[in-house]
C-alpha cells in the first residue's frame, strides 16, 4: 500500500486509475478591493475587459457571508451581510470566475476540466489580471479543491477500488450514511480530506455537492495555504501549482489501480 503522500515532493507519475472528478475549483483571497463592489461595473470594467474574449457574460450577485469580529469588550460577534459577487463566464456557462472585493475563484466541472496546464492557464491569466487592474497589497489565502463522486449501487462502486484507509467500516452493506474527515499538514499548508457516502437527497455540503437520486461516493480533497504575503501574481501562481501537485498525488494514492 503506498503511503500517504503528505511530505516532500509529490510523485508524478502517469494516472492509470479511474476518474471521478466532478467539480475543480481554485480561490485566492486578497486584502480589500472595495472599487469591486461598485454596482455600476466601472470598478470593474478595466478587469472584466482583459478577460473578456474567454469570459464574456458578467452579472452581479449577491451571497450571504458571516462576518466575525471581535468586540472592545473581548466577546466575539457574527453578523451575516450581503456581499456583491461578480460571475464571469463562458459562452457556454461551463467555466465560471467569482470575483468579489476580497477574492478570486474559478471553477468548472469534470466534464469541462481538460487537464491541468489548461486549469492552470485560465486561473494563472485571472490571478495576473487581478494584480494588473486591482494591485491588492496582499494575498491572504490560496485553495486549491476538487471533489470525486460516483454512485455506489450502479455495479461499479468505487469503494471497491480506492485505498483502504478511506472505506474504513463504510463499505458494510448495511450502511446508511458516512462522512469521514481528516486535516493534515502537508508541505503547501494544510489538507482537508473528506470522504464517506451520502444517502439519496443528502449533502455532506449544500453548497459544492447538490443532493443526489441515488447513494454516492465522494472525495473531497481541498489543500489550503493561509500565509498572509505580498501580493505577487508569480508567487502565487507558483504557490497554486504546488498545491496542485500534492492533491494529484493524495488524488493517485486514493484512486490508482494497485495490488492489495
Not at 15 to 44: D, H, Q
Not at 225 to 236: C, G, L, R, T, Y
Request: hydrophobic share 40%; net charge negative.
Amino acid at each position: 500500500m503506498m503511503k500517504l503522500p503528505l511530505r516532500g515532493e509529490p510523485i508524478s507519475v502517469p494516472f492509470t486509475g479511474r476518474r471521478l472528478l466532478e467539480r475543480a475549483m481554485v480561490v485566492v483571497r486578497f486584502t480589500p478591493v472595495l472599487k469591486i463592489a461598485e454596482e455600476s461595473g466601472n470598478g470593474i470594467a478595466e478587469f472584466q475587459e482583459s478577460i473578456r474574449s474567454e469570459y464574456p457574460l458578467a452579472e452581479l450577485e449577491r451571497e450571504a457571508v458571516m462576518r466575525i469580529e471581535m468586540k472592545p469588550d473581548g466577546s466575539v460577534g457574527a453578523q451575516q451581510e450581503a456581499q456583491p459577487v461578480w460571475r464571469l463566464s463562458d459562452i457556454k456557462q461551463a467555466w465560471r470566475v467569482s470575483l468579489t472585493p476580497r477574492s478570486i475563484a474559478l471553477e468548472t466541472t469534470g466534464d469541462t476540466y481538460k487537464d491541468w496546464p489548461d486549469f492552470a492557464q485560465r486561473i494563472s491569466s485571472l490571478v495576473d489580471a487581478v494584480g494588473t487592474h486591482f494591485a491588492p497589497s496582499h494575498r491572504q489565502y490560496v485553495g486549491v479543491r476538487y471533489i470525486n463522486a460516483a454512485v455506489v449501487n450502479d455495479g461499479a462502486d468505487p469503494r471497491l477500488e480506492c485505498a483502504k484507509e478511506l472505506v474504513s467500516i463504510t463499505g458494510n452493506p448495511d450502511l446508511e450514511l458516512a462522512d469521514l474527515l481528516w486535516r493534515f499538514s502537508v508541505d503547501e499548508g494544510h489538507m482537508l480530506l473528506r470522504s464517506g457516502v451520502m444517502p439519496s437527497g443528502a449533502s455532506y455540503d449544500p453548497s459544492v455537492f447538490m443532493p443526489r437520486d441515488n447513494p454516492t461516493w465522494y472525495l473531497d480533497i481541498d489543500i489550503t495555504n493561509s500565509d498572509s504575503d505580498e501580493f505577487d501574481a508569480v508567487k502565487i501562481n507558483a504557490s497554486i501549482l504546488a498545491q496542485v501537485k500534492r492533491l494529484h498525488a493524495i488524488y493517485l494514492w486514493a484512486m490508482q489501480v494497485k495490488d492489495n
